[in-house]
């Protein structure tokens, strides 16, 4: 036998090893069902990285909404969603796609030995007569040992249960579930043991077409996700009209279905004398069923549908070549039946490959493509709604800034301002405080007057009435002076502290202005604090009550001294008046004890000129020679007369105020000395008063500005950090549009290999 037909008999033109690898053929050519596995593997890669794609747009979508709800249009966040789950049900799908061919035939025709020698292996019952008794659909699994399902029972059944389960001839089966003809028991196969099972062909095996006439059934269960059908058929007989019935009702339900006929048992026509003309009578009744009556090919493509093949040859050929068998069933003419079927397995793994690919990835791909322009109308769409948002925000942003640079300009103004109206404030203090204050002290000895209490000429009762004369004119005194501010100063600084107010929420803009009148509206009132503090004023004041008249020499010496020294005359002790104009016996010891006295008592010169004034008096009023000098004097000058009359005039006067002293006198003469000194000490204190004056209006306004700048400078900080903030979220969203251009940008990829996908495996020309 020859290389080529040893090859031909075994099945090794694709090069299988039986240790599962996939080689190419002879010529390089890549294997036809490879295809399916590497289209099956570039589109899933395609629907892996559109996936990808959408997970991470979810992820954009999740981040802008959390980031700004109003962007994110909850119609578009949920079509990705729909998206995604609709590539992920696609996805699970895809994974179960397979190349799907099914046998049909009479009993006995040969269905289940042909699937036996296109596997390589004796796995199907087979034999004379009617032994498949449901459908048998043969898979691949990865595991190491294969097992049978059932699709109403879950676990496994052990593969070597099949010829009883599957076998309608078994008598061993009772304790099995019972198959009807239109149940399917799936056959696990190991992938490693076959080529085909590798690449995800499926098999399905069925009963006889004579059996039962119920096609419809068998058809919409098991026949519709088929990619290719096999009609095997008895070379001894001519194709029958169930076998014809059952392809016109699958030629309804599906559109162009690619049948392949196999006139298996071709070895019976060894001893025929008439093979061709047998041969070329089978050959034209089976292009006028394919062509003319089910029209599923045309006549060019007949030749490669319709083969003569002896399917128990090739089975045994094979497992002879495995080792399995010692002796091969062979007849004469084998090595061409052989080949023969080597070239329908050529030409249906081509044709699987090319409908499996467009059945299962056609629909897919154009899928895929609908889904990617899904995803960038939807991502054009929230990119358009992102970008007019980040627009809004900058456009915010701008008058935003726009409204804090605002502020400070005009905080500054007002600062300007502030310092201006406060000098004002501080001139018109000045000049109200210093007129109300001079004022209050011409009006003293009125206000004195109103004092009135019981006057008692006792040293307790004139130190009692002393103390409440100061409290009664301080209290009137403060609270005239307050009344007056009131009036007029008060108004004039509320006035300035609500324009301040007015001026400062004018420039904040209307989002800040509750925080300005927060603050303005638990603000107390401003008031003047005045204390004019008349007790401690009047603290050095000491009465003369003791009768002194009005021209006497005390009198005016004590008038003197308190001219010279600066002093209200109230304030001049009398006792010193009294040392000085006791008699003494001698004016010489008089004068030293007098110097040595005021030299201990007090140094300073006002002391020494009232000692000076006082001693020279003595000596003038108690002298006898300066008496003398002096009445002398008078007399040659004016004469006795004169010196009578003026005697008598200041006796007159010095009887009338003597006789008018009394407690009323007194009383007023008191009043009139605290007057005098009270108001001597108030106008040396005038300028201490109105600067305290000044200095609280000064506070004051210091204190509204240092409250206004304040709430200004949070309202900044505020607005500083709102504009970070926007500045932040402008940053956020042009990072989410970068991200969605980069996203739009990764499914022109994927169109563009959805585009090269089907240049590859879906168009005409493609290479099969």
């Not at 061993?172 to 009807?180: H, I, K, R, V």
């Not at 005009?410 to 310092?419: D, I, L, Q, T, V």
């Not at 004016?638 to 007159?652: E, F, M, Q, S, T």
Request: aromatic share 10%; hydrophobic share 35%; charged share 25%.
């Amino acid at each position: 036998m020859s290389t080529f037909v040893q090859h031909a008999a075994s099945g090794d033109h694709t090069r299988l090893n039986m240790s599962g690898k996939v080689g190419r053929r002879n010529n390089g050519e890549i294997e036809p069902l490879q295809r399916f596995a590497d289209a099956k593997k570039i589109l899933g890669e395609i629907y892996d990285d559109l996936n990808g794609y959408v997970n991470e747009t979810e992820c954009f979508y999740n981040a802008l909404k959390e980031f700004d709800p109003t962007t994110m249009q909850e119609k578009a966040y949920e079509e990705i969603q729909d998206i995604r789950e609709s590539i992920r049900m696609i996805i699970d799908t895809f994974q179960r796609d397979n190349m799907k061919v099914v046998f049909f035939g009479r009993t006995s025709n040969g269905k289940s030995t042909t699937i036996n020698a296109m596997l390589h292996s004796k796995i199907l019952p087979q034999g004379m007569g009617h032994t498949t008794c449901c459908f048998l659909q043969v898979q691949g699994t990865s595991d190491d040992d294969g097992f049978l399902l059932l699709d109403e029972r879950p676990s496994q059944i052990p593969l070597n249960e099949l010829g009883k389960i599957g076998h309608a001839l078994s008598e061993d089966n009772s304790y099995l579930p019972a198959m009807g003809q239109d149940s399917l028991l799936r056959v696990m196969y190991p992938k490693r043991e076959n080529r085909l099972l590798q690449n995800d062909v499926v098999i399905l095996d069925s009963p006889g077409v004579d059996l039962s006439p119920q096609f419809d059934s068998w058809i919409d269960k098991h026949c519709l996700d088929a990619d290719v059908f096999v009609l095997v058929c008895n070379a001894e007989a001519t194709l029958t009209q169930a076998e014809k019935s059952f392809f016109y009702r699958v030629s309804k339900k599906l559109s162009k279905p690619n049948v392949f006929i196999l006139n298996n048992r071709w070895d019976a026509s060894a001893a025929d004398d008439n093979v061709e003309q047998v041969r070329s009578q089978h050959l034209t009744r089976f292009k006028q069923f394919l062509v003319d009556e089910l029209q599923v090919c045309s006549s060019l493509e007949v030749q490669n549908r319709v083969f003569f093949v002896s399917s128990r040859e090739v089975l045994d050929s094979r497992l002879k070549a495995r080792g399995l068998i010692e002796k091969a069933y062979e007849m004469d003419g084998y090595q061409k039946r052989a080949y023969e079927f080597n070239q329908f397995e050529r030409q249906f793994e081509q044709c699987i490959s090319r409908s499996a690919i467009r059945s299962k990835f056609e629909a897919h791909a154009r899928r895929a493509d609908e889904l990617v322009h899904r995803v960038r109308n939807n991502v054009d769409e929230v990119y358009g709604d992102t970008l007019a948002r980040k627009e809004t925000f900058e456009r915010e942003l701008e008058e935003s800034t726009k409204e804090f640079n605002n502020c400070r300009h005009n905080f500054s103004a007002f600062e300007k301002a502030y310092r201006e109206q406060t000098e004002g404030l501080q001139a018109e203090v000045h000049l109200k405080v210093s007129a109300d204050y001079y004022e209050e002290i011409q009006r003293l000895a009125a206000i004195i007057d109103k004092f009135n209490r019981p006057f008692v000429d006792t040293p307790q009762s004139i130190a009692e009435y002393k103390t409440e004369l100061a409290t009664f004119v301080d209290n009137f005194i403060s609270q005239e002076l307050e009344a007056r501010c009131t009036g007029g100063l008060m108004s004039r600084i509320w006035e300035l502290e609500n324009e301040m107010f007015v001026y400062v929420k004018k420039i904040l803009a209307e989002a800040y202005q509750h925080k300005l009148e927060e603050v303005w509206r638990y603000r107390a009132p401003f008031k003047f604090s005045i204390c004019v503090n008349a007790p401690s004023l009047t603290q050095d004041f000491h009465e003369d009550l003791d009768f002194r008249f009005s021209f006497g020499l005390s009198a005016i010496i004590r008038k003197v001294i308190a001219y010279r020294s600066g002093q209200p005359v109230t304030s001049i002790q009398g006792s010193l008046l009294a040392t000085a104009l006791n008699s003494s016996t001698n004016s010489a010891q008089r004068k030293s004890i007098e110097k040595n006295n005021v030299q201990a008592v007090n140094a300073e010169e006002q002391a020494v000129m009232t000692n000076l004034v006082l001693s020279s008096a003595a000596y003038v009023a108690n002298g006898g020679i300066g008496l003398a000098i002096a009445g002398g004097l008078l007399y040659r000058t004016v004469g006795w007369k004169v010196i009578l009359g003026v005697g008598a005039v200041y006796g007159g006067l010095y009887m009338i105020e003597r006789v008018r002293w009394n407690s009323s006198k007194k009383e007023q003469h008191l009043k009139d000395q605290f007057r005098s000194h009270l108001g001597s000490r108030m106008q040396h204190f005038a300028a201490a008063h109105t600067s305290a004056c000044e200095t609280q209006v000064t506070r004051e306004m210091e204190q509204v500005y240092d409250g206004l700048r304040a709430t200004v400078g949070g309202v900044h900080r505020e607005m500083k950090a709102d504009l970070d903030a926007a500045r932040s979220r402008i940053d956020a969203l042009d990072q989410q549009l970068k991200g969605l251009s980069a996203i739009k940008g990764k499914t022109a990829f994927v169109l563009r290999g959805l585009e090269q996908f089907s240049g590859n495996f879906l168009n005409p020309d493609s290479p099969a």
